[in-house]
């Protein structure tokens, strides 16, 4: 049996006028770079919010990180100049350095505990970054408690996360004494457990050393996390 719990919500922020005024004055940035899903759609709830559209980025390039934020960013109307399959910050770096961004301004909008790498990656490329927060990301309620019934008083086989975010919240719960650990975790790799190993990419590193870290699937893409679940079956 498969059980799917959400473990993040996205939240508006407080004050969107830092943002609607990047966006009203997008031509000032060569680039736009877009780490997830969330931040596309953020992005294109924003133009409409201040009466503007897709073409407002018409002379701006766009790069997106992973294949899932590519076709959300299609799904608009615009085909990304520059993508990397894999949802790895550094793998999208490596790409941009065949691309001379030396001195270009670049705006990349992402959730509120957005890594920094990918900004600091493209300052050592030479670019000037402006890193907004485009959105929060939050613990549903209710997660806890779900967490906390799935896990008593049968044990979990297998758990597969997709963001570090989850993870997070999946270990601000406190279980109960009786409940046992996941035999196997897996997910993509920013959503790695981390058992004192270095993981593959810049992921928080999150220990619990009960827990085994399985699986770690190089390509955020629902057909990858499936392939290495089943495994485990």
């Given at each position: 049996?498969?059980?799917?719990?959400?473990?993040?919500?996205?939240?508006?922020?407080?004050?969107?006028?830092?943002?609607?005024?990047?966006?009203?004055?997008?031509?000032?940035?060569?680039?736009?770079?877009?780490?997830?899903?969330?931040?596309?759609?953020?992005?294109?709830?924003?133009?409409?919010?201040?009466?503007?559209?897709?073409?407002?980025?018409?002379?701006?390039?766009?790069?997106?990180?992973?294949?899932?934020?590519?076709?959300?960013?299609?799904?608009?109307?615009?085909?990304?100049?520059?993508?990397?399959?894999?949802?790895?910050?550094?793998?999208?770096?490596?790409?941009?350095?065949?691309?001379?961004?030396?001195?270009?301004?670049?705006?990349?909008p992402q959730a509120d505990i957005?890594?920094?790498?990918?900004?600091?990656?493209?300052?050592?490329?030479?670019?000037?970054?402006?890193?907004?927060?485009?959105?929060?990301?939050?613990?549903?309620?209710?997660?806890?408690?779900?967490?906390?019934?799935?896990?008593?008083?049968?044990?979990?086989?297998?758990?597969?996360?997709?963001?570090?975010?989850?993870?997070?919240?999946?270990?601000?719960?406190?279980?109960?004494?009786?409940?046992?650990?996941?035999?196997?975790?897996?997910?993509?790799?920013?959503?790695?457990?981390?058992?004192?190993?270095?993981?593959?990419?810049?992921?928080?590193?999150?220990?619990?050393?009960?827990?085994?870290?399985?699986?770690?699937?190089?390509?955020?893409?629902?057909?990858?996390?499936?392939?290495?679940?089943?495994?485990?079956t």
């Amino acid at each position: 049996a498969v059980v799917e719990v959400p473990a993040i919500e996205v939240g508006a922020i407080g004050d969107y006028s830092e943002f609607d005024e990047a966006l009203q004055n997008i031509d000032r940035y060569q680039w736009v770079v877009l780490a997830s899903y969330n931040a596309v759609a953020v992005l294109f709830d924003r133009l409409k919010t201040i009466r503007h559209d897709a073409r407002s980025l018409g002379n701006t390039k766009v790069a997106a990180v992973g294949a899932a934020t590519a076709d959300a960013l299609r799904d608009h109307g615009i085909t990304p100049d520059l993508v990397h399959d894999t949802y790895s910050r550094r793998s999208l770096l490596d790409a941009f350095k065949g691309v001379s961004i030396s001195g270009l301004k670049v705006l990349i909008p992402q959730a509120d505990i957005g890594l920094v790498s990918l900004r600091e990656g493209l300052e050592e490329l030479g670019a000037s970054v402006h890193r907004l927060t485009a959105y929060r990301t939050l613990k549903p309620r209710g997660s806890s408690s779900e967490f906390k019934r799935l896990f008593k008083p049968d044990p979990i086989d297998v758990v597969l996360f997709t963001s570090s975010s989850a993870v997070q919240n999946f270990l601000s719960t406190s279980m109960p004494s009786e409940s046992r650990a996941p035999r196997s975790v897996g997910g993509t790799p920013h959503a790695s457990y981390s058992n004192g190993n270095s993981p593959p990419t810049p992921t928080p590193k999150i220990r619990r050393p009960s827990v085994r870290r399985s699986s770690v699937d190089t390509c955020f893409a629902t057909g990858a996390m499936l392939r290495s679940g089943s495994k485990y079956t």
